[in-house]
C-alpha cells in the first residue's frame, strides 16, 4: 500500500474530513475540519470531487514534515506556510507532484492557525460513523484515534488508477483563492435566543471589538472583550452548533467549534467558522450582524468557487504525462 510518513508532524496533526454528521444526538462528538473552505478547496485542487468528503491531514499551530512512499498529488491550503518539496520552493494552494521519496517540509506557520495537506484520493483510514475524521477526546476515527506521531505511515490511495478515471475532465482557466484572512470582521447571525438579550446588549455585541483569549483549541475559542447580560431565567439544554457563541452566566463569550460537547444550555448567537479558525490572536474581533439569506449566499459562493477548481483538472497540469506533452511542444515551437 502507497503510503506518507510522518517526519515530524508538529504540534497537533490530526486526520478529518467534513466531520460526523448525524450523529450528534447520540453523543458523538462532530469533530471535522476546523477550516472547512481550505479542507475542501484543498481536496479540489488534488482532484478528489467535493462530494467525496475525502480525509485530508489538518496540522494544527505548527505545519509539518512529510515524506512519501509513492507518486501521487498533494496541495498545502488554510494557514500561510512556505512549503518546500526536496529542499526546493513550491507553492502553496497548488497541486504539486511528489515522487517516491519526496520530502514535503512546510513546518512554520506564518499566518493563520490550521493547515491541511490534501492528496489525491485520500488519507485511507476506516470510516466510522461516516466519517474518518479524528475525535481525540474519546480516541475516535482518524488514524487509530489519536493525534498523528513521528514515524506514523499513513496509507494514501494509488494515482494512477485515480488518473485514469479523472481523465475525462475538461480544463479551463481559474484563479485559485487563498484563504479569507483578509477579512476584517466576522458575520453572525442571531441565534435562536436573541430575545434573551436586549437592544443594549446586542448593539454593545456588534459594535465593540473583541480579542481571542488565551483558551484556544478545536474545542471553541474564548473571547475576551465587553461582557453580556441577559435574562436571569434558565435555559434548557440544547444541541451545540458548531460556530455557535455561547455567553455564560458572568457574561463571556466562547465560541464553539469543531470538537464542542454535544450539548449546552447558555444563551448562543452564531458565527462564521473557517475565518474565526484562523484569525490572528493579536488582531481585533469585530462582529458583523447578517441575515440567514446572507449568510447561505457566502456559502453558496464557497461551494461554486470549490466546484470550479476541481472541473479545472488543475493536478493534471502537474502529472508526469503533461508536463512532458509540454515539453514536446515546446521543443516543435523550437524548430
Same mark, same amino acid.
Given at each position: 500500500m502507497n503510503k506518507m510518513i510522518m517526519v +515530524?508532524?508538529?504540534? #497537533?496533526?490530526?486526520v478529518q474530513d467534513k466531520g460526523r454528521i448525524g450523529h450528534q444526538g447520540e453523543g458523538f462528538l462532530n469533530s471535522g475540519a476546523m477550516d472547512a473552505y481550505a479542507y475542501e478547496y484543498g481536496n479540489a485542487l488534488v482532484g478528489n470531487h467535493p462530494s467525496e468528503n475525502k480525509a485530508s491531514v489538518e496540522f494544527a499551530i505548527t505545519g509539518g514534515v512529510v515524506e512519501f512512499t509513492a507518486p501521487t498529488v498533494v496541495a498545502i491550503t488554510g494557514a500561510r506556510v512556505e512549503p518546500t518539496l526536496n529542499g526546493e520552493e513550491?507553492?502553496? +494552494?497548488?497541486?504539486?507532484?511528489?515522487?517516491k521519496g519526496d520530502i514535503l517540509n512546510f513546518r512554520h506557520l506564518l499566518e493563520g492557525r490550521f493547515a491541511y495537506?490534501?492528496?489525491?484520493?485520500?488519507v485511507q483510514v476506516p470510516s466510522i460513523l461516516g466519517s474518518q475524521s479524528t475525535s481525540i477526546s474519546v480516541n475516535l476515527g482518524g488514524f487509530h484515534g489519536r493525534q498523528l506521531a513521528k514515524g506514523d505511515r499513513i496509507c494514501i490511495a494509488d494515482y494512477q488508477q485515480i488518473e485514469q478515471i479523472d481523465s475525462r475532465l475538461t480544463k479551463t482557466k481559474i484563479d485559485i483563492p487563498s484563504s479569507f484572512l483578509q477579512q476584517d470582521c466576522l458575520d453572525v447571525v442571531p441565534g435562536p435566543e436573541q430575545e434573551w438579550f436586549d437592544q443594549n446588549e446586542w448593539h454593545k455585541f456588534v459594535t465593540t471589538p473583541y480579542q481571542l483569549g488565551q483558551h484556544i483549541n478545536r474545542m471553541g475559542y474564548r473571547?475576551?472583550?465587553p461582557e #453580556? =447580560?441577559?435574562? =436571569?431565567?434558565n435555559l434548557l439544554s440544547g444541541a451545540n452548533l458548531n460556530g455557535g457563541i455561547q455567553v455564560s452566566r458572568d457574561g463571556k463569550?466562547?465560541? #464553539?467549534l469543531a470538537d464542542r460537547a454535544t450539548h449546552g444550555g447558555y444563551p448562543v448567537i452564531a458565527a462564521d467558522l473557517g475565518v474565526l479558525a484562523q484569525w490572528p490572536v493579536k488582531k481585533a474581533l469585530q462582529f458583523r450582524q447578517v441575515s440567514l439569506e446572507a449568510a447561505w449566499e457566502q456559502l453558496r459562493i464557497q461551494a461554486n468557487a470549490i466546484d470550479e477548481i476541481y472541473h479545472a483538472r488543475l493536478w493534471h497540469l502537474v502529472t508526469p504525462s503533461r508536463m512532458m506533452a509540454k515539453?514536446?511542444?515546446? #521543443?516543435y515551437q523550437q524548430q
Open positions: +515530524d508532524p508538529g504540534i #497537533l496533526a490530526t513550491i507553492m502553496q +494552494d497548488r497541486p504539486v507532484y511528489v515522487q495537506l490534501a492528496v489525491a484520493g485520500g473571547i475576551e472583550g #453580556l =447580560s441577559f435574562k =436571569s431565567e463569550l466562547i465560541i #464553539l515539453r514536446i511542444r515546446m #521543443l
